[in-house]
């Protein structure tokens, strides 16, 4: 542990100066969005029927390891071949581009062998001893069982083999040298193969090991310290990431999933939407690639796990904003907003998410809120729900004061208590979303 200490005091020095590069490196650099074009290829390959023969329970169990781990959501850039990667990775030190994960002998993974694949998923070891970065979640696979890692890869081998090289990584100084991946092991990398715990139920132990393995929950909805790693004290608290806000997952009534049922939670992991939230941004990424596809009793198993967690403690959520900023947020929703999720911000639940005591609109961080409303989303469409429902963007609209008051409004209203929000934090946002800014003129002939 000393040592462990002396490290992380060296490291912070280094890893510092590279953060206060890190916003100009993510923020200069071209980063394609993707458009699920392939979606229907990419679901027929984590739905397709595996005929009976010698391997098929080994193949079987191998796509769905390839459901769990959300593999599809992160190795399909745009317009790319389901696993052949390419998917532009926004962290805090640069873009990092997934891999290609087919069984191609040339760019991807044909000439591995189920050891050295083992040895990516449990020690973060390309094929040549290379270190990969933890952008690939191998701190929580390694908690898989050696028979799931072996399934995934016999399962991998059989999907279409496609010949692509991703973009090279884009890291600020010194990260874009993998030697400095084994600092960051030897600090933070202390996951284990997951134990079964005898005192809890089957369903229960089912969903810890989904959520803390394959997975990877935590990867978004745990807090970061500087150097990227989970806030092991605050596990499931929250995150941000790519600009988005991961909420809360603990039993919070307030801004976690204490208000919600393990039906809630299973209902939203399969249709992408239930009575209190519609899964957008990345989120409908996983429901569509991944928790949708998981069976009725997997998805149960993680809402037992998930409602088990303790609540996080939060303080309130501030002082009540002023007079001014509510009756200006009120105008704006009026007249934006009440379309969808009407006058009293009951919304039409499975469809437009009702907005009070709603605990995404509560995060302690407002980001998620922000980015929802400068560049809209598009919520998940699933073959139980498949509506094609959308969130327009209002940054053409709406200044980032503007924004700000409604936001602030939202966050305040029906029940919702939460902090203010900032026009220079939109304004900082819409920024780094590279979203023009409004182009007209008020009655005094500024413009906006």
Not at 6 to 14: D, I, K, Y
Not at 221 to 234: C, F, Q, R, V, W
Not at 256 to 272: C, S, V
Not at 361 to 369: K, N, P, R, S, Y
């Amino acid at each position: 542990m000393k040592r462990r200490s002396v490290l992380a005091a060296g490291l912070l020095g280094v890893f510092g100066l590279a953060l206060l590069a890190s916003t100009w490196a993510v923020g200069q650099t071209p980063v394609p969005s993707r458009h699920p074009s392939t979606a229907v290829t990419a679901i027929s390959l984590l739905t397709a029927s595996i005929p009976d023969g010698p391997n098929a329970a080994v193949l079987r169990r191998g796509q769905e390891m390839v459901r769990a781990g959300d593999c599809v959501s992160c190795h399909m850039r745009e317009g790319g071949e389901p696993l052949s990667g390419g998917l532009a990775l926004n962290t805090p030190f640069g873009v990092i581009y997934s891999s290609n994960i087919t069984p191609d002998a040339e760019t991807g993974i044909g000439r591995w062998t189920s050891d050295q694949f083992y040895r990516a998923m449990h020690d973060g070891r390309g094929a040549h001893g290379e270190h990969l970065y933890p952008a690939f979640p191998y701190p929580w696979f390694r908690r898989m069982s050696r028979a799931d890692d072996d399934a995934l890869f016999a399962y991998l081998k059989t999907t279409p083999p496609t010949r692509y090289v991703a973009p090279e990584n884009r890291l600020i100084f010194p990260l874009n040298f993998r030697f400095f991946v084994s600092f960051w092991n030897l600090l933070f990398l202390d996951s284990e193969t997951y134990v079964r715990d005898p005192d809890k139920s089957e369903a229960w132990n089912r969903g810890a090991y989904l959520v803390s393995g394959p997975g990877h929950c935590s990867g978004c909805h745990t807090p970061k310290n500087i150097l990227g790693a989970d806030k092991g004290s605050e596990d499931f608290q929250g995150g941000v990431l790519d600009e988005w806000t991961a909420p809360d997952l603990t039993a919070n009534a307030r801004i976690g999933l204490g208000g919600w049922t393990e039906a809630d939670i299973a209902e939203y992991l399969k249709t992408g939407r239930n009575r209190h939230s519609g899964a957008g941004g990345a989120m409908a990424d996983v429901v569509v690639y991944s928790t949708s596809h998981l069976s009725d009793a997997d998805r149960a198993a993680i809402a037992t796990y998930l409602k088990s967690l303790p609540a996080s403690f939060q303080p309130e959520g501030g002082a009540r904003p002023d007079a001014g900023t509510m009756s200006r947020g009120a105008a704006i929703y009026s007249d934006a907003c009440t379309s969808c999720h009407l006058e009293n911000g009951a919304g039409q639940p499975r469809f437009f998410p009702p907005l009070g005591n709603n605990a995404m609109l509560q995060q302690a961080d407002a980001t998620g809120l922000e980015h929802l409303i400068l560049a809209g989303t598009r919520v998940a469409a699933t073959s139980t729900r498949p509506s094609p429902l959308s969130m327009p963007s209002f940054a053409w609209k709406l200044t980032d004061q503007e924004i700000a008051d409604v936001a602030t409004y939202i966050r305040n209203s029906w029940g919702n208590q939460a902090s203010t929000v900032r026009a220079s934090e939109v304004a900082d946002l819409r920024k780094r979303l590279k979203l023009e800014r409004p182009h007209y003129t008020d009655n005094s002939g500024d413009q906006q």
